[in-house]
């Protein structure tokens, strides 16, 4: 695996694919700055060397069309101050006017091109597209996670006209240690957490999670597909019925394999779908008609716990109950607590996938996980066992 390490970038231009989609508030300004500040490593490293940094991003969807409200002029000034160093601009990313700010830029300086979607080609992956942005750089340096799993041209396709002169930048290159930590590399017992709404928007990630794991617990609104199955009623509770048998044969798997699966044994069972509502806590198979679970309970926390410290790798995807109303953040908030304690007895743990990464800001625990990835879809592919293209591009 190259990465920036490899490389010295004295008098070498770099053009690096940075994740700049960034929220910008109603006045477009930068309202968070995560991502800049993540891609800053990777763009001080060449400054350093004594090369010039020309980085490429999309920001929103303005499919393929020039719009103001997208263009990232509007995070010149952030990046700037983040980065603490002046970012020029240019008004597009391909053609004369990105040629010629390229050629004038000098060791030390940093350019921002216009948002790559203003071109269709981008997401297209148009090769003649790609082969245009090449010209702006002698060495490609991916460090977008967020846009991996796309085989886009600022991704993917740019980097087969660089020949050998391609690395991963100090972030994606992290997010591809982390991943390997869980996936391959991790010490043992490897637990994976897995909450959320629904089995069919988890259930490659569970088949391909089965052969890494020596543990899996199942949390939210999963759990009552597995109960259901195994012959538990479940009440008014999200249900996939059609999935029951998916849930048996992920049982059944388990076992041959030797993973321990540990579903919750009793839930907060609310009489409805919103955070005043009555609730009780009832054994997760025995929930009354009108009822429906939202949360974990005491016992099954309890039964996390164990399992929780006593992993000494741990990838956790998916809130453990109805997170967003405070009467049902108990669980997700319980289970963070006993990962920090368990990170902080030595264990590495991966926090990421979907709304995972919104959960863990929400209650602060980003400090407190080993690794929270940057890159919702692309996370959640990667768990699914997926080689994501801008990875591939890299490595071949
Ligand atoms: P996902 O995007 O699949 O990770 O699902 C996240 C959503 O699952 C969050 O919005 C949670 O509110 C929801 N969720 C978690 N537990 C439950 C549950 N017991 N019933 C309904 N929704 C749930």
Redesign the pocket.
């Given at each position: 695996m190259k990465t920036i390490e490899d490389f010295n970038f004295e008098n070498k231009k770099a053009l690096i694919r940075v994740d700049f989609n960034v929220p910008l508030d109603a006045g477009f300004k930068v309202a968070d700055t995560n991502r800049i500040e993540a891609a800053k490593p990777t763009i001080i490293k060449v400054l350093e060397d004594g090369g010039s940094a020309i980085l490429m991003s999309h920001l929103g969807r303005p499919k393929g069309e020039q719009n103001t409200d997208f263009s990232l002029k509007h995070i010149c000034q952030t990046a700037s101050e983040v980065i603490g160093v002046q970012v020029k601009f240019v008004s597009d990313c391909v053609g004369e006017v990105a040629e010629n700010a390229v050629a004038n830029l000098q060791p030390g300086e940093v350019l921002l091109l216009e948002n790559l979607r203003f071109h269709s080609e981008e997401t297209s992956g148009d090769a003649n597209f790609a082969e245009q942005l090449s010209k702006l750089g002698d060495i490609y340096v991916n460090d977008a996670f967020g846009t991996a799993h796309r085989a886009h041209a600022s991704t993917t396709v740019v980097a087969q006209y660089f020949e050998e002169s391609k690395c991963f930048g100090y972030l994606l290159a992290k997010e591809i240690d982390a991943i390997e930590k869980v996936m391959r590399t991790g010490e043992k017992p490897v637990l994976a957490i897995l909450?959320?709404?629904?089995v069919s928007?988890?259930i490659t990630i569970i088949e391909n999670i089965l052969d890494k794991v020596d543990h899996l617990i199942i949390g939210?609104?999963m759990?009552y597909t597995f109960v259901k199955a195994k012959g538990g009623k479940v009440g008014d509770?999200?249900c996939e019925d059609d999935k029951m048998a998916l849930a048996l044969d992920i049982l059944k798997q388990a076992e041959e394999k030797g993973v321990q699966i540990h579903i919750p044994v009793d839930v907060i069972a609310a009489d409805d779908f919103s955070n005043d509502a009555n609730t009780q806590v009832v054994d997760s198979d025995k929930i009354p008609d009108g009822w429906?679970?939202?949360?974990a309970g005491p016992d099954t926390l309890a039964n996390f716990k164990e399992v929780i410290l006593k992993s000494k790798t741990i990838l956790w995807n998916?809130?453990i109950?109805?997170?967003?109303m405070e009467s049902f953040a108990n669980g997700t908030i319980e289970v963070g607590n006993f990962i920090d304690e368990a990170t902080q007895a030595g264990a590495f743990s991966l926090v990421g996938g979907?709304?995972?990464v919104a959960a863990v800001k929400q209650f602060g625990f980003q400090d407190k996980v080993s690794y929270v990835s940057t890159g919702g879809g692309a996370m959640l592919e990667s768990l699914e066992g997926k080689t994501l293209p801008g990875i591939a591009a890299i490595i071949s």
């Open positions: 909450g959320g709404a629904k928007s988890k939210g609104g759990t509770s999200i429906q679970g939202l949360d998916g809130p109950g109805v997170f967003e979907g709304d995972s």
